[in-house]
Every structure is written in C-alpha cells, then in structure tokens.
C-alpha cells in the first residue's frame, strides 16, 4: 500500500520519501508473528523514518496494520516520539491522511484511522481522508482513509478497489498540500 501510494503521489507531482518506522520488540517477544514477518519482508529496503521526515514534508501518510482497533505499538512509538517537534509547532498545518489493513472485514479499520487522526488533532495538522470525494469510494468503502483486508495468512493481495482508492487519496493529499502551499 505504501509504495501504491508513494508512487500515485510521485505521478501527482510530490517529491516522495517512504520509510518505514522501525520494529519494536514488545513485551518480551520471542519470534515474530506471521503478520510481522510480512510487514518486515513488504519493507525491505525502506529507510527507516525520522522525526526530520515528518518535518521536511508538506503531507504524511502514516500507515498501520490495525492492531485491537487501533495503530500498531511501532507507530504509537514513533509517533510518540515526535514531542519535541510537536512542542515547537513543526507539525502543525500539514496534511495528513492514513491508511490500514486487517486480516479480516469489519476487524477494526475504520477505529485504526479514527485512533491515528487523535494524535493528529493534536499536532494541529490537517486531516484529509478520502470521504466521498470520487465514486470509487463507494466500491472500497472506507471514507476514513484506504483500508485493505489481508486474509488470515496476510496473503490477499490489493485489488482494484483499494489500488484506486489509493490512487485517489494520494492524489488529494498532494492536490490539498498544494493548495495550502498557494501552489
């Protein structure tokens, strides 16, 4: 999803960084789960993501397998770890918009994103979902942001209702930041 929507934003004119925030180890974790494993593997080769990225852009797109209806324990961390930048007003009036998956429907998407856009009220940053901007929305059905749902073995891969809707979020983002930017 992250490199769906990394290249939709490059082809709407942005100047693109993907990261991918580093892995955490949480309560004594012995092995990675299957999910993670397929996390770690889908980001090879990004670099990892600094307080500096979020900073430097003009529009963020965090992403999040939903983790009990909320953002995973790696995100919070870093996303925690922004005070500083928070503190100096660095991430206020940037757009931002998120995306998630799950393994199964109805199985916390929405809540992930409405749990992620918290923090972001607090930034005092721009939240740009998708709504209903564009009909497609009304085929992947999440007005929240871009959700996918992965299959118990994290193995279905995105059809063209999510690679559209992620086309079309990345592209509002950068059209929004823009507009904000008088561009």
Not at 50 to 76: E, H, M
């Amino acid at each position: 999803m992250a490199e769906r929507l990394a290249a939709a934003g490059e082809a709407a004119g942005a100047e693109v960084r993907l990261r991918q925030v580093e892995r955490q180890a949480t309560g004594g974790e012995k092995a990675a789960t299957d999910a993670q494993a397929a996390e770690a593997e889908a980001a090879k080769g990004a670099p990892g993501a600094s307080a500096d990225d979020v900073v430097w852009a003009d529009a963020v797109l965090f992403g999040s397998p939903t983790r009990y209806g909320n953002i995973a324990g790696q995100l919070k961390i870093f996303i925690d770890s922004l005070g500083a930048q928070w503190a100096q007003g660095l991430l206020a009036d940037k757009v931002y918009a998120g995306f998630t998956t799950s393994q199964t429907a109805h199985g916390g998407q929405e809540t992930t994103l409405i749990a992620l856009y918290n923090t972001i009220y607090h930034f005092g940053g721009i939240i740009v979902p998708p709504g209903y901007t564009d009909g497609l929305k009304f085929v992947d059905g999440n007005p929240y942001g871009v959700s996918h749902v992965t299959g118990g073995g994290n193995d279905i891969p995105l059809g063209e209702a999510e690679l559209n809707a992620l086309d079309h979020m990345a592209t509002r983002v950068v059209t929004i930041a823009g507009r904000l930017k008088g561009e």
